[in-house]
Nanobody, 121 residues
Framework: QVQLVESGGGLVQAGESLLLSCAAS????????MGWFRQAPGRQRDLVAS???????NYLDSVKGRFTVSRDNAKNMVFLQMNSLKPEDTAVYYC???????????????WGQGTQVTVTT
């Protein structure tokens, strides 16, 4: 009923930038909070940035000042602008959305398939 599709990942050199996009589609009433997570091999999945429907944001300490999360509620999309990328940012990045499928139902979490970001020296 709800699908999240990420795009924009790729291979870049340290210091360069990438813009990740996530689009929600399917049958649902409203998207509440959204966020970006990342997971490198052998490591846990960490929250990178989150944003409420009212555009209140929160960031992982190591990306503050470099990454910016934003959303377009009319298009059901969330974005992650990543600047000054470092090799430590290399990971699979996942989009997450808290979605209310129907107007009087509670919200549930949905995940995208992930997009690979690789940063070389």
């Amino acid at each position: 009923q709800v699908q999240l599709v990420e795009s924009g990942g790729g291979l870049v050199q340290a210091g360069e930038s990438l813009l990740l996009s996530c689009a929600a589609s399917g049958s649902f009433f409203r998207i509440n909070d959204m966020g970006w997570f990342r997971q490198a091999p052998g490591r846990q999945r960490d929250l990178v940035a989150s944003i409420t429907r009212g555009s209140i944001t929160n960031y992982l300490d190591s990306v503050k000042g470099r990454f910016t999360v934003s959303r377009d509620n009319a298009k059901n999309m969330v974005f992650l602008q990543m600047n000054s990328l470092k090799p430590e940012d290399t990971a699979v990045y996942y989009c997450k959305a808290e979605v209310a499928v129907k107007s009087n139902w509670g919200a549930s979490d949905y995940w995208g398939q992930g997009t690979q970001v690789t940063v070389t020296t």
